[in-house]
């Protein structure tokens, strides 16, 4: 089985490390990664100018390949598939910190996943909550992200559809198969003047969220692995019916 690692803090995160260890348990695997830190990037795709695909020796990873990018996730997604050959499972991760609820949707970590499932391949996102370390602790995350691994390799996963798994600090109870939570950053704008006097602006933000039984949220603040299927078919079938009951198909002439 052939694994392609990707992340969005670059290829030198000790996270990506300790995944693409820990899944070389599991089968032939590769890194491709950003060559520097892409996170809150998203699903974004580089189409305006040449992206550059580098071996690195320099990653702490040999004997497994790596190779950096100057680009997003999803461009590392794209380029690993293409270049170096269809994999069995794509594995993004292990973020340095959640990427829960609402954060699905600006997290490159998720959008490496996203890519891979676009493209037809099982793929997994991994985080970890690292509030009160003072030392990245990857273990207990990197076994249970081998684990997850494997089963996901044995029985695949249904089209369209990833899993975005989010590990508590430390040793985890178990496992919580969740739903997203309402977990969102509240966005503020900062702003100050650079030294010629012109402003400039930070967007900052606090997290927030309510830790409903079964979110996401929940299951990581209590100990657990949050396990969330996550699908791309963004569509609202209820209110898809609604809406066909408004607006009926008619002859346009």
Request: hydrophobic share 40%; with cysteine; proline share 8%.
């Amino acid at each position: 089985m052939r694994i392609l690692v990707t992340n969005d803090d670059g290829i030198f995160s000790p996270g990506i490390k300790a995944l693409a260890q820990a899944l070389a348990e599991v089968g032939e695997v590769y890194v491709v990664a950003p060559d520097v830190e892409q996170s809150a990037v998203g699903h974004g795709i580089t189409v305006r100018r040449p992206l550059r695909f580098k071996h690195t020796a320099s990653a702490g990873l040999e004997p497994i390949p790596a190779y950096r990018v100057d680009g997003t996730p999803a461009d590392c997604v794209v380029l690993g598939v293409h270049l170096l050959g269809r994999p069995d499972l794509i594995a993004s991760g292990i973020n340095i910190g959640v990427n829960l609820g609402l954060d699905l949707t600006h997290s490159g970590t998720v959008a490496g996943a996203l890519e891979g499932t676009s493209m037809g391949i099982p793929s997994i996102a991994f985080s970890m909550d690292v509030s009160g370390q003072e030392e990245l602790d990857f273990s207990h995350a990197a076994r249970e992200a081998a684990r997850i691994a494997r089963w996901v390799l044995e029985h695949g996963l249904p089209p369209k559809t990833l899993l975005n798994v989010n590990f508590p600090t430390g040793r985890p109870k178990g496992f919580k198969v969740t739903h997203l939570s309402t977990h969102r950053y509240e966005d503020s704008v900062i702003e100050r003047l650079d030294p010629n006097g012109v402003p400039y602006y930070w967007i900052a933000g606090e997290p927030t969220g309510e830790e409903e039984p079964g979110s996401d949220l929940w299951a990581v603040k209590n100990g657990y692995v949050s396990i969330t299927p996550v699908s791309l078919d963004y569509t609202d079938y209820a209110l898809k019916e609604r809406l066909q009951d408004r607006w009926p198909v008619q002859d346009p002439h």
